[in-house]
């Protein structure tokens, strides 16, 4: 996923590890040769229409908001159809009120009226406090749950991995984002939750404690599952 900075310089752009301590809680309990976090892509500004989030300051968050609002008063003073200018309205009130397009409980239809335009906040908008901004792993994990997605674990022999996923994504698209195989051949997932893992001491002893799920195609995925995907080669 991508995240774009807006108003925020003290953090470079480029890819960052989503160092969640819960990651390196698995580690010690699953061996592996190596621990691979989830990863995001922080962009500059200029990547504002092409980003899944945004991250800003308190202090930035309302020129952020006026890239939208200039946009809604000057499409208001036009020729807007009806069922727009309500939606247009109701995003005008919104962001003078300092609240993101996203945030704006719109509906289907309403989304519907505005669909030829690409609002820069309608899409997840994290708003970091000052104290944040001096610990930026911290708060990149917080932005990342915040935008909206989650992780899944693979664990031991090569690597412990954290996967990131869009919260709401089945066992069977979670498959094809380790291997397009195992989407294909999907069989069942075996998945045992991050509380029951932690609580037994590992894998083997989840297991033991007949604490693994047999899930099929349409289970969603839950934060920090651990999973052994089964699937025909």
Known sequence: MKICLFGITGIPTGNHNIKDPRLDQADKLAEAQKKCYAQVVLADEKELALCD??????????????????????????????AEKKVLQKMAEGLV??????????TAEDLTAISAHNFVTNRPVVVAG???LAAPEALLV?????????????????????????????AWEAAGTVHTDMQKGF??????S?????????????????????????YVMQDYDIVNFRFNK
């Open 53 to 82: 989030a945004i991250l800003t300051s308190r202090a930035a968050l309302s020129d952020l908001l006026m890239k939208d609002l200039d946009f809604v008063e000057t499409r208001l003073g036009r020729d807007a159809g009806e």
């Open 97 to 106: 009120s300092e609240t993101p397009v996203s945030k704006l409980g719109l």
């Open 130 to 132: 000052e104290a944040e």
């Open 142 to 170: 917080r932005a990342f749950a915040e935008s909206g997605y989650i992780c899944f674990l693979t664990v031991g022999g090569k690597e412990n991995r954290a996967w990131p996923i869009r919260a709401g994504t089945t």
């Open 187 to 192: 069989i069942r997932a075996e998945i045992i």
């Open 194 to 218: 991050f509380a029951d893992f932690t609580a037994a001491g590992g894998e083997t002893q989840a297991k033991r404690a007949g604490k693994v799920r047999l899930e099929l195609k349409t």
